[in-house]
Each structure stands twice: as C-alpha cells, then as structure tokens.
C-alpha cells in the first residue's frame, strides 16, 4: 500500500439516486443511482471501505453538492456562460429549467474537507458536504445574465424534469450530521453560483 | 446491450458490511462493505441500477445468506469434508466457532428467484433472501463430524472472532419484505446444512 494511511474521497448525492424532495442523510439506503457516474461514485465508496478495514487505513468520505467556483471546466454555469458568449440574444437551457440543487463553493468543500479530516478519526468518516439553500435552473440562467450585462434574452427550454439522461432533478442533502461536527457553509448556494459567475468571467 | 431487457444478480449480504447482530432490511444504509467481495457486489449493484434507469432495463437484486447445496466447491461445509478426509481425529476451526449465519439451500435459491422474478416488474427489485434461523460455526462442525461418522474429533480454533480478514462473524438479515411477498426457505439453516452435507459426500 506504499505506506498510505488515509485516503479522502469526493463521492456525491449522485449515489443517493432520484429522491425527489426528500432530504437525505448519510444513512440512507437503499443505494441506487441512476447514472453511471453516480454508480462508479458509490462503487469507489465500497472498495475505498472494504480497502481500509482490510488494510488498517481511514477513509474521508464526503458526498459533495455540484461544486462551483474558479476553474470550473464544465457544468450549468460554465455552460451558460459559453453559450452566452456565442449568442447574447438566446439561452439553450437543458431541461424545464426547474431542476433544484445545493451549489456550494469550492472554497467550502475545501474548508469543509479540513475541518472533517481535523476532528474525526474513525475508520470511516462520511459526510454530506452543501448548502442549506436550494437554486433552480431558471435562476442560474438569470444571474448569469444579469451578471454578463446581457437582456432580453430568449431561454429556450429543452423540456423535460430532466437535463439528461440519469440527471437527479432534485436534490436535498439532509446536513445534520456535518452541522452537529460544528461546519456549515459560509456561502449559500445563490453567493457561491453569483461569486462563481464572476470568477468564471475573469478567467 | 444486444436487446437485453432484464436482468437477475446474486448479490449477498457482504454489502451490508459488519452489522453484528442487527437484522438488516434492504433499505439499510450507509453500505460500507468490509471485504472486498462486498465491495465487488456493491459496485455491481450500483451500476446495475444506473444501467436499468438509463437503457430502460428491469434488475432482480437478491441479497443472498450462505448458499450451500451439492456440488460447491469452496465454504465451511466443503472445507471440513476435505480436512476430516484427511484427518478425522483433528479439524481446524477458523475463527473461534461462534459466527454465526444463515445457510440457505441451492434449491431455495432458485425458487426465490423464481417467485421473485414471478411476482415484481419494478424497474429494481431487490430483495434479501436468506432462512429464519442462524447456525453457529462449531454447529457446522459437530454435523459434519456426525454425518462423516467420525468420533472423537479434536477441534482446533484458529481463534479470534472472524474467520479470516474481512469475513463478518455475525449476520442477521430482516427478511420482512419477501415474506410479506408470500416467499420462505423451504428448508431451514440446520437442514439446508445437513442436505448440503450429505450431497456433498455424495458426489
């Protein structure tokens, strides 16, 4: 094992699969994702937990909301920017634009990340890592437009509850466990998206 | 996926990691499998349930206790044939004789399967399917010694309350959900044990 002690791992509610507005905690089961990306999420979860009670490691595990800020690559901000930057007078949004979720800033998960790996030591330490709010879609395609200057933009909606195939259109993270620890996200899910516009802006 | 519509998959009770003496329903959570075996159906779980909600695909999920039956060709029933062929006045025991499972017979495998896949058209269905009752690992012993005709056999412990690293001493599985859709094991843990031990002799 080259000497590893402990590992942290990013898994997300992903695993949880579609429950609609229920919020869920770290206990809930049964597991099963609808998406691909969910299942290699909770299939790491398992062999990162049978890894360290077989080989006397401990595991960090934390079940992240969409994570947004600087150096985003992808996802509903980056998107929405892009498309914006192409065309300033219409707004492809994937989906009917009510899909609801916890974004939470980069600089959160990494304070959250500390702050766990500081004051838990057991074998395996699991935690919901969000926001205690929650942005829809249509939302995000407003203050992006806000914030890039643009008007009278057209959103034209793909239909559907869902953005794509095996996307959770509702998210609600039961966050008791991690508050109960003592840390709560310093930015709501409407500060970390707005702050996440600009950042993605200037970069 | 080559026109696949459903599909069945033997998962077991290593999902569920080291509950001790808890009766576990198939809603319990978190899943932190302590083997990698465990580790292994959970993934297989996990990307089965994505697979059937992304390309529209129906799964049958079973948790499975112990199964034991002729022709097996590895477990404590097999292991303690094999050594008492070799020496029958000695048997190493792994462990310390007190985990404790459920066996259940090949037979009634097939036929839970077979209700199971019968009776549900969910998109997951998943299912524990396990016997009412729990056999202890020197029972196992004693029986093989009795139906073998040996006498006098001196047990041996390894000692320590798991068998070997990762093995769960203790499973109890909360089996309310099959019952209630009108399926039990036809033979219970003593006599799934004491068939498989004659048809392992036979063959």
Same mark, same amino acid.
């Given at each position: 094992m080259n000497g590893v002690r402990s590992i942290i791992y990013t %898994?997300? *509610?992903?695993i949880y699969g579609d429950q609609d507005a229920?919020?869920? %905690?770290? +206990?809930?089961?049964?597991?099963?994702?609808?998406?691909?990306?969910?299942? *290699?999420?909770? =299939?790491?979860?398992g062999l990162i937990s049978a890894f360290c009670n077989l080989f006397d490691m401990? =595991?960090?595990?934390f079940r992240l909301a969409n994570v947004v800020g600087a150096r985003q690559t992808h996802?509903?901000?980056? +998107?929405?920017? /892009?498309?914006?930057?192409e065309n300033p007078t219409s707004l492809e949004i994937l989906g009917n634009g009510t899909q609801s979720k916890s974004?939470?800033? !980069?600089? +959160? !998960?990494?304070?959250?990340?500390?702050? #766990?790996? +500081?004051? &838990? *030591?057991? #074998?395996?330490?699991?935690?919901?890592v969000a926001t205690d709010d929650y942005v829809d879609v249509?939302?995000?395609?407003?203050?992006?437009? @806000?914030?890039?200057? &643009? @008007?009278? #933009?057209?959103? /034209?909606?793909?239909g559907g509850k869902r953005g794509w195939k095996g996307d959770v259109p509702t998210v609600r993270f039961d966050l008791g466990k991690i508050h109960q620890l003592g840390w709560k996200a310093r930015y709501s899910s409407v500060q970390a998206i707005q702050k %996440?516009?600009?950042?993605?802006?200037?970069t």
């Open positions: %898994s997300g *509610s992903g229920e919020p869920i %905690s770290e +206990d809930f089961g049964p597991l099963l994702p609808i998406s691909l990306y969910g299942a *290699s999420k909770l =299939a790491s979860e401990k =595991a960090y595990i996802g509903v901000i980056y +998107d929405f920017i /892009r498309k914006l930057k974004y939470i800033h !980069v600089q +959160d !998960v990494i304070e959250a990340v500390l702050f #766990v790996t +500081d004051h &838990c *030591s057991d #074998v395996i330490n699991l935690y919901n249509t939302t995000i395609a407003k203050l992006v437009v @806000s914030q890039m200057g &643009c @008007s009278n #933009v057209e959103f /034209r909606y793909t %996440s516009i600009q950042e993605v802006l200037e």
